[in-house]
């Protein structure tokens, strides 16, 4: 499996890709500090393998992976152009999920790319850019399917009634995975065109170490947006994670989130 880290310069995406990967990527207070996109594997734990590995005693032992993609932040116009996210959005269409990072806190030392923070609008900013990239899929798409169409090909016609459905839910502004597949073969193209708004995807709205706690306005208002969205939503303060990952021992560890108030990473 291989997830994509999506959202605005400075949110914290690369800071939290070092959090899951400990690929120690560059992550810094200006924008587009990410330049290639980073990529790391992510082990994922799974208690049962330790059972069965008491049990069996093989040889060695090979846990799942999670493949983590981290791309230049996206502003507005990154569809077209603009910014560096652009050049690097065929990394996430091949990924079979999207981690969307949405800033949850103010920090006047961090600069924000909008000028202050709004994660409902940052969230329609990135949600727009990633649906006009789509739609530029769909519209190239159809240029090769219409002329099949009209020969009366069954299978084009299948694809063009798909296509057309897709084109007119993203220039509502909706994603594509709000698109019900109806039938098998819907759901077969769905998954050859690799649009990007019709991967699942997880939001993680990045707090500051109080509201990790204590509960914050901006989470509020993004679980309220996106309520109907067939979305998980998760809190993490993606700073203090970086710095528990930072320490050396198991007892330095719990030491930090006890003083946070925490019994566990929340990246873990």
Do not use: W
Request: hydrophobic share 40%; proline share 4%.
């Amino acid at each position: 499996m291989k997830a994509g880290i999506v959202g605005l310069p400075n949110v914290g995406k690369s800071t939290l890709f070092n959090c899951l990967s400990n690929a120690k990527a560059q992550s810094a207070n200006f924008p587009f500090c990410t330049i290639e996109p980073n990529i790391g594997v992510v082990n994922v734990p799974d208690p049962r393998i330790n059972k069965l590995e008491e049990l069996v005693k093989p040889e060695r032992v090979q846990m799942a992976t999670v493949d983590i993609v981290d791309i230049a932040g996206l502003v507005k116009g990154a569809s077209k152009g603009e910014g560096l996210g652009n050049q690097f959005l065929g990394n996430i269409r091949e990924c079979n999920a999207i981690i969307h990072v949405l800033r949850c806190f103010d920090n006047d030392n961090i600069v924000h790319v909008d000028g202050n923070v709004n994660p409902i609008r940052d969230k329609e900013t990135i949600d727009i850019e990633l649906q006009l990239k789509d739609l530029e899929t769909v519209e190239k798409r159809l240029e090769k399917v219409n002329r099949a169409a009209k020969t009366g090909n069954k299978e084009a016609i299948t694809e063009k009634a798909l296509l057309d459905r897709i084109k007119e839910t993203l220039l509502q502004a909706k994603s594509a995975r709000t698109i019900v597949p109806q039938n098998n073969d819907e759901e077969l193209l769905m998954e050859a065109f690799q649009l990007i708004t019709a991967k699942p995807v997880l939001y993680v709205c990045n707090v500051d170490e109080n509201s990790a706690v204590n509960g914050n306005k901006y989470v509020d208002q993004v679980k309220e947006l996106v309520k109907d969205e067939d979305a998980e939503v998760i809190i993490l303060s993606v700073g203090a994670e970086a710095d528990i990952t930072e320490l050396e021992s198991y007892e330095e560890r719990q030491v930090f989130l006890e003083d946070m108030g925490l019994t566990e990473p929340g990246a873990s």
